[in-house]
């Protein structure tokens, strides 16, 4: 692996990345370090000038340190390898994409990622065959969807009931 940072800035990223993964798994339960294999360098539109990078395959990672003078240890964590779920979504919801499963014991991931790449060619957009270690959370994506599958329970409670017929008295 190349990087352009010294050792002491490779040790600080380290430590900073290993200490926020930490609290997040005590103080959510949830595991928020990931290598990321595959970006997909996308635009909102035709006319964007903006590119936007994502990572597509996560493989969660847990980062350990045996005492102060040991390397950094990284190790894979007991979630499943998943195609990044935000997004999937985005993708699906907005441009009508579905990306393939990926099965991390079957699967070659060179061949998916050639396979995504192949997809999104005709939107202009490209698969970077890159790898990143970093941190990310799905608390948001996970909230929408329990919102979107349960939408007819919502609106039907007596309460979202009555601020709708507030909010259309006052034409809000």
């Known amino acids: 692996m190349k ?21 997040a798994k005590e103080e959510q339960g949830v595991n928020i370090l990931y290598i990321s294999f595959g970006f997909l360098k996308w635009k909102e539109s035709q006319n964007s000038e903006q590119i936007l990078v994502s990572p597509i395959v996560l493989v969660p990672v847990a980062l350990t340190l045996e005492s102060i003078t040991s390397p950094y240890a990284l190790s894979l964590y007991e979630d499943e390898v ?20 990926f099965d991390s014991h079957e699967d070659n991931i060179n061949e998916y990622l050639s396979d995504v790449n192949s997809i999104v060619l005709k939107n202009n957009w490209k698969v970077s065959f890159e790898t990143g ?31 709708n017929l507030i909010c259309i008295a006052f034409q809000v």
């Open 82 to 101: 998943v195609v990044n779920p935000t997004l999937a979504y985005k993708l699906e919801n907005d441009f009508g994409i579905v990306l393939p499963e």
């Open 133 to 163: 270690l970093s941190l990310l959370s799905f608390l948001k994506i996970n909230m929408y969807k329990d919102l979107e599958r349960n939408a007819d329970k919502i609106c039907s409670h007596h309460i979202v009931r009555a601020i």
């Open 3 to 23: 990087t352009n940072s010294t050792i002491k800035d490779q040790q600080k990223t380290l430590r900073n990345l290993r200490n926020k993964s930490k609290t």
